[in-house]
């Protein structure tokens, strides 16, 4: 599962796609764990079915984007830069 997998990567990425299984609730759960291994600046797609503005994400995840296709929300986010 990415449950098991993410916290065993060393590399960092410049892309991530969060798009969990609606009905198990993991968007929390996999961003944080996903947070470490993006790099400052890489971008984020985030897909639910609910306002993403209700999924508590990292607070270094900036929205640049955000768009709705029926009950489908998806948004583009931006990590910053770490100071």
């Known amino acids: 599962?990415?449950?098991q997998v993410l916290p065993a990567?060393?590399?960092q990425f410049?892309?991530?796609f969060l798009d969990p299984p609606y009905s198990l609730?993991?968007?929390e759960q996999l961003a944080a764990l996903a947070d470490p291994l993006i790099k400052a600046n890489g971008l984020i797609y985030v897909e639910a079915d609910c306002d993403l503005?209700?999924?508590k994400l990292p607070s270094?995840?900036?929205k640049i984007k955000e768009t709705k296709?029926?009950?489908v929300r998806a948004g583009l986010?931006?990590?910053a830069d770490a100071l």
Do not use: H, M, P, Y
């Open 1 to 3: 599962t990415a449950q």
């Open 9 to 11: 990567l060393k590399e």
């Open 14 to 16: 410049d892309l991530v």
């Open 25 to 27: 609730n993991l968007w």
């Open 53 to 55: 503005a209700r999924l």
């Open 60 to 62: 270094s995840w900036n």
């Open 69 to 71: 296709a029926g009950a």
């Open 77 to 79: 986010f931006k990590k």
